[in-house]
């Protein structure tokens, strides 16, 4: 079964430093999503993707976070300057269509687990 | 208020027992309707679309109240295996192709011997 990859899988650094995180999704799946989640709490969309472009980042901090999706396939979520709120697991989905009505499936990958010191 | 608000639980059942969760939105266009489950440390994974009708998938029931602005999950007969986070999800009104799934917290299950 096809999976949505991502990596690292933990990463732990200090404040003020640059993290980045990489997925790769479901081959042919053109939409792309990055979340955050915070212990305790259900993930929230950061940033949308329909092949390279950028279709909702409003909940993006775009003072330190910026994503990117070159290709329109695998992507890049990065952070500088890690602050310790950051500390979260960034979970990475992919869909195959969108324009369907919010009745597409999202599969998700396994997730990176940030530790912000 | 949260778009979507759920009991944190833990809901603590023993095996066999029939347990039953709640959610409520709060955006009255919400379209779509989804319970996901997440066990510890891992992604989530969907569960169940909630469709207006009701709809079951062997052990598991969802029922979806529109003007009540609530969605509800049942399982029967629990297994150890059931323990894990259960998260409702809504997507907003389409709108521009946008498939933006919105999260409640997650109620937790913990099912004993």
């Known amino acids: 079964e096809a999976e949505v990859a991502q990596s690292p899988r933990y990463k732990i650094t200090e404040k003020s430093q640059a993290v980045a995180f990489w997925c790769d999704p479901i081959?042919?799946?053109?939409?792309l999503y990055w979340y955050r989640q915070i212990l305790g709490q259900g993930p929230e969309l950061l940033v949308q993707?329909?092949?390279?472009?950028?279709?909702?980042d409003s909940q993006l901090p775009k003072d330190r976070f910026s994503a990117e999706r070159l290709k329109g396939v695998d992507s890049t979520l990065k952070i500088q300057p890690a602050e310790l709120g950051d500390s979260a697991m960034y979970l990475c989905?992919?869909?195959?269509?969108?324009?369907?009505?919010?009745?597409?499936?999202?599969?998700f990958g396994p997730g990176t687990r940030l530790l912000v010191l | 208020r949260k778009e979507v608000e759920q009991d944190p639980g833990p809901f603590n059942v023993p095996e066999g027992a029939t347990v039953a969760f709640n959610c409520t939105y709060s955006?009255?266009?919400?379209?779509?309707f989804f319970w996901y489950r997440q066990d510890c440390r891992k992604e989530p994974k969907l569960l169940m679309s909630v469709y207006s009708s009701g709809n079951e998938d062997g052990r598991f029931t969802a029922q979806l109240n529109r003007a009540s602005q609530y969605i509800s999950l049942l399982i029967r007969d629990s297994k150890l295996s059931d323990s894990a986070t259960y998260l409702c999800v809504v997507t907003p009104r389409f709108s521009g192709g946008y498939n933006k799934l919105i999260f409640g917290a997650g109620t937790r299950l913990a099912v004993h011997p």
């Open positions: 081959s042919g799946h053109a939409t």
């Open positions: 955006n009255s266009a919400s379209q779509s």
């Open positions: 989905a992919s869909s195959f269509l969108l324009g369907t009505g919010g009745k597409e499936t999202q599969y």
């Open positions: 993707f329909q092949d390279e472009s950028v279709v909702d």
